[in-house]
């Protein structure tokens, strides 16, 4: 009986070793540490829960991006899952062009792709799509007619039916446009995730231009909301974390690295409910509990 004991074990071991227990080897590979990677990070390891999952945080003097890259290449995972344009660009630069990337965080992400040196790679873009932004304002305030939104003036995105794009070049043009749409009580002011114009204006002072002339201004993130802009529909990042986990297994499962960036399916409205009174604008009862996921007091 000890003797058979001991084959039926050895073939238990043997059995284990040839069985692929732990999946796939995916790393997870960021730009920095910021609470809403955490909350990405968090749904994206849940659903990737039977696999391997390394986390490496890229960092100038423990972990710098060319010691990242020859630890890829040495060691390389089945993919990997970079979050913001530097743990991009990082894993694009490997020598192994056979390790594949899904990347998400990256503001004009469709550029990055495109310099990938012939990697494999997918990835989710940041941005809502404007027209769902403008449905879910039109719902919410009936009365509002008028929809602008300021941009850099190398931004390519044109007008769309409703929606009027207002190429500008810095703080003081914003506060101009402001003034002169002071006591028009139909229209709404939409600042998008344009990172050129975001590097070269002042925040506060539009955030307080707009609370002068009473004019909504519709901003791209919830931290933005809390410091005086009127709502934003912002990108739910628990569920950005399970789109990427669905969409990095199918790529593992299938071979297909498509090379395109999907659209974020998960956002969340929020609404500065105290400015709504202070500047005036009467948000419909009846939609508002259905609609309003975090509103700001």
Request: net charge neutral; with cysteine.
């Amino acid at each position: 009986m000890a003797i058979a004991g001991r084959w039926i074990i050895s073939l238990f071991v043997c059995g284990l070793c040839a069985w692929p227990a732990w999946g796939h080897r995916v790393v997870i590979l960021k730009s920095e540490e910021l609470k809403i990677y955490s909350e990405t990070i968090a749904a994206f390891k849940a659903d990737l829960k039977d696999h391997t999952i390394e986390e490496i945080l890229i960092a100038e003097k423990t972990q710098p991006a060319q010691k990242v890259i020859e630890t890829l290449d040495k060691n390389p995972p089945a993919a990997v899952f970079a979050l913001g344009s530097l743990a991009l660009k990082t894993c694009f630069a490997t020598t192994n062009k056979d390790i594949p990337c899904l990347y998400t965080f990256v503001l004009q992400s469709g550029a990055n792709s495109g310099a990938n040196h012939g990697h494999k790679g997918r990835g989710i873009s940041l941005e809502v799509a404007p027209q769902a932004l403008l449905q879910q304002l039109k719902l919410l305030v009936p009365g509002w007619r008028s929809f602008y939104a300021f941009v850099s003036a190398r931004n390519s995105q044109k007008s769309i039916p409703g929606l009027e794009f207002k190429p500008v070049s810095g703080t003081a043009e914003i506060e101009k446009h402001l003034e002169s749409l002071k006591g028009k009580p139909d229209v709404v002011v939409w600042l998008p995730p344009d990172p050129v114009l975001m590097s070269m204006i002042d925040l506060k002072r539009i955030i307080k231009a707009s609370q002068v002339a009473k004019i909504p201004l519709v901003v791209f993130s919830e931290a933005f909301v809390r410091a005086g802009g009127f709502a934003s529909l912002s990108l739910n990042y628990e569920t950005l974390g399970h789109q990427a986990a669905a969409l990095l297994l199918n790529s593992l499962d299938s071979g297909d690295w498509p090379g395109l960036e999907e659209g974020p399916i998960g956002t969340y409205l929020v609404v500065n409910r105290k400015l709504a009174k202070e500047i005036g604008v009467t948000i419909n009862p009846r939609l508002y509990q259905l609609m309003v996921d975090v509103v700001v007091d």
